[in-house]
């Protein structure tokens, strides 16, 4: 079965004194607050998910040293998105911890938040949100770990995720019917939704989970471009081709001249994981319940409550639910917006919505995605079903992985047992997800996660000729600049597999240095770890 069109989806309270008490009324302790600007990367151990709130999940965090206060920002000079270019300079889209601006400043007036930012980002963080304590090794084995238990998850429910049924929960324990704005009470521009880049066309809600319905699909919640265009109005950009397009196109085919959403602000973890991937994995225009399929993930129900204007279910938690009608026959100039890829997008003409109703938490927080500079969500869910999925077609493969600055490149490793597998395999891939640009195909041997051997396997294992092959006008990623057809791409497979004869390689290939002094020194590592292996891990 073919994959889906490549689009943007496939790509990913308190006040500043009283922060503290923002988190125990959420039943979070706060640790004690740093000075503003203090990083406080300890290690530490602290509470694991599934979480029922963002705030939670920011609590587990910060218990653990990974979360970042910064008392003031100017957002008018771009003072947040410098910061988050910066630490990911310093310390890499995996190391960069979570940022919580406590007030930020925005056309000119200081706004009261918090507002958080790449609270996925933290490798600890691919555990936490699945309920599972971080590797002490840290970084990677902690992606492993997570990758490890979906990989199970699925495999026992015969390939795909589990799923548990939402629950349905009384009002008065609907955090997001705290507070009912209507009408005239609305003034979305009074909340500190930012606009990241000087080139975006203006202050976008862009970690939203849309609600769109169809008669024949179901129900889907998707993360897409939302512009704020003004007190009442936000612009609703879901891209051609995803399935919030296909939905709200198919209610104007059908002669609808509105069609009702609603978007929700500051879900949990895992509803925002499904809601910006392709995690739950519709197929055509069957229905999925997603917030089952995240429940699924969390190991227990995500509590949901009715709308005040429609019939969707909500996370009952989040922080926000904007509510409203799109006039399915008109449409508005949206954007630019700086994308994933980490170049802007054009601006294009989108649907909007006409807000009648907003609910929220008291003192809400937003979440805020300086999309293109930081990780965004966390990527072992996707990783876990694309190799499952890739598996069905290329049964050698070994592992799969793919860069989180660069996810249009993919690695897979496969055991290799003949002359032509590893091109073939690539090929496979290639023309199969058309997310994928370049394939590179490697030995079992080598770490996917390790671009040092990686880079090792192409110097030595890897000749451009014959071990290479190159495609024409295949399906791409829109998003990609580098594309003169927005919808086309050419693509590249390299074999990095160790070339055998029948193949063009030498007779012999030798064998590397570690893999004979595995087997001529066999007790060497081993002994190694046992009298300093928490030296080794501990070292930074």
């Known amino acids: 079965m073919p994959m889906p069109p490549v689009t943007r989806r496939t790509f990913v309270a308190g006040t500043s004194a009283g922060l503290a008490a923002a988190l125990a009324a959420t039943g979070c302790a706060a640790t004690g607050s740093p000075a503003s600007g203090t990083a406080r990367r300890s290690g530490r151990s602290g509470p694991t998910g599934p979480f029922d709130t963002m705030r939670e999940m920011i609590a587990a965090l910060d218990a653990r040293g990974e979360l970042l206060r910064i ?40 706004l009261q938040g918090p507002v958080v930012a790449n609270y996925l980002g933290p490798w600890d963080a691919e555990c936490l949100a699945l309920g599972l304590e971080p590797d002490p090794a840290g970084g990677a084995a902690t992606f492993r770990k997570a990758r490890a238990h979906l990989i199970a998850l699925a495999t026992k429910n015969g390939g795909r995720y ?44 862009n970690t939203g989970s849309l609600f769109t319905a169809d008669p024949t699909a179901g129900v889907n919640l998707g993360t897409y471009r939302c512009q704020l265009k003004g007190p009442r109005k936000v612009a609703i950009s879901p891209g051609a081709g995803q399935t919030g397009w296909k939905m709200l196109e198919a209610a104007r085919q059908r002669g609808e001249k509105t069609a009702r959403i609603s978007l929700v602000l500051g879900q949990d973890p895992i509803v925002y994981v499904v809601s910006g991937s392709r995690t739950a994995n519709r197929q055509g225009d069957k229905p999925v319940d997603e917030l089952a399929v995240a429940g699924g993930l969390r190991g227990r129900p995500v509590q949901v409550i009715k709308s005040e204007t429609n019939d969707f279910l909500i996370p009952a938690q989040a922080e926000m639910v ?48 300086f999309t293109g500079v930081d990780r965004g969500p966390i990527k072992s869910p996707g990783v876990a079903s694309a190799y499952l999925f890739s598996k069905k077609f290329v049964p050698e493969i070994v592992d799969f992985h793919y860069l989180s600055n660069a996810n249009n490149i993919f690695f897979i490793s496969i ?96 064998k590397t240095n570690r893999e004979i002094l595995v087997e001529l020194a066999p007790e060497a590592l081993a002994q190694v770890d046992a009298k300093w292996g928490d030296l080794i891990v501990k070292w930074d």
């Open 71 to 110: 008392d003031r920002v100017d957002q008018d000079a771009y003072e947040g998105t410098a910061l988050m270019y910066r630490l990911v300079e310093k310390h890499g889209l995996e190391g960069a911890p979570a940022l919580l601006f406590d007030t930020v400043k925005i056309r000119g007036q200081w």
């Open 162 to 205: 589990p799923q548990i049924p939402p629950e349905l929960v009384p009002r008065e324990q609907a955090r997001c019917k705290d507070v009912i704005l209507r009408g005239d009470e609305i003034d979305l521009t009074r909340f500190p939704f930012m606009q990241v880049n000087p080139g975006d066309g203006g202050r976008y809600l």
């Open 322 to 369: 904007i509510e409203g009608e799109i006039p399915l026959d008109d449409r508005e100039k949206e954007g630019p917006y700086g994308e994933g890829l980490g170049y802007q997008g054009d601006g294009e003409l989108a649907w909007y919505m006409n807000v009648t109703v907003v609910t929220h938490r008291r003192n809400p927080w937003l979440h805020n995605s």
């Open 415 to 510: 055991d290799k047992t003949a002359p032509g597998q590893g091109l073939a395999a690539g090929e496979k891939l290639g023309k199969f997800n058309p997310v994928a640009k370049v394939v590179i195909v490697l030995d079992k041997d080598v770490d996917l996660m390790d671009m040092s051997q990686i880079m090792a396997a192409i110097s030595s294992r890897w000749q451009p000729n014959p071990a290479a092959k190159i495609f024409d006008n295949l399906p791409g990623l829109p998003l990609d600049p580098s594309q003169r057809d927005r919808n086309k791409t050419s693509k590249i497979v390299i074999d990095a597999t160790r070339q055998l004869p029948g193949e063009n390689g030498p007779a012999s290939f030798p």
